[in-house]
């Protein structure tokens, strides 16, 4: 298995009830090591240009609004097979679906506070590391 990037969001339910260290150590107990990471507070045309593949559907205003609530934790991880390995750790989109254990069986108030957000590809996580994060910032 290659060594590979995916990017990660501590979404703001989760910095909100101060679980960004909880979040991160399971993130790095499954073997996933934190290569970038800062907390910002989302602005609305940040929001609107990292979920614009959702603009056509109807719970976007919500979701943008969801985001920019309060302040995200945005992560560059790294690990072998980065992108499974976080989507794994995380769980399933809803937390009533998700395996004991993850991340939003554990800490997710319902299907749209879940917690994290996670890349769903290689391909999808270049570009959104590139969305939050300068190739500098990046230290691994």
């Given at each position: 298995m290659a060594v590979t990037r995916t990017f990660s969001i501590i979404k703001p339910?989760?910095?909100r009830r101060n679980l960004t260290g909880a979040v991160t150590k399971m993130l790095e107990d499954a073997g996933l090591r934190v290569v970038?990471?800062?907390r910002i507070q989302m602005t609305r045309e940040q929001a609107e240009g990292f979920y614009?593949?959702?603009k056509e559907r109807p719970f976007f205003g919500e979701l943008v609004d969801f985001?920019?609530?309060g302040p995200v934790v945005v992560q560059v991880l790294e690990g072998e097979d980065a992108v499974k390995r976080n989507r794994d750790v995380m769980g399933a989109t809803n937390p009533a679906d998700a395996d004991e254990g993850t991340i939003r069986k554990t800490y997710a108030e319902s299907i749209e506070a879940n917690s994290v957000h996670g890349s769903d590809s290689e391909e999808n996580a270049k570009i959104e590391i590139d969305f939050f994060f300068?190739?500098?910032e990046i230290v691994g």
């Open positions: 339910d989760a910095t970038a990471s800062k614009a593949v959702h985001m920019i609530s300068n190739e500098d």
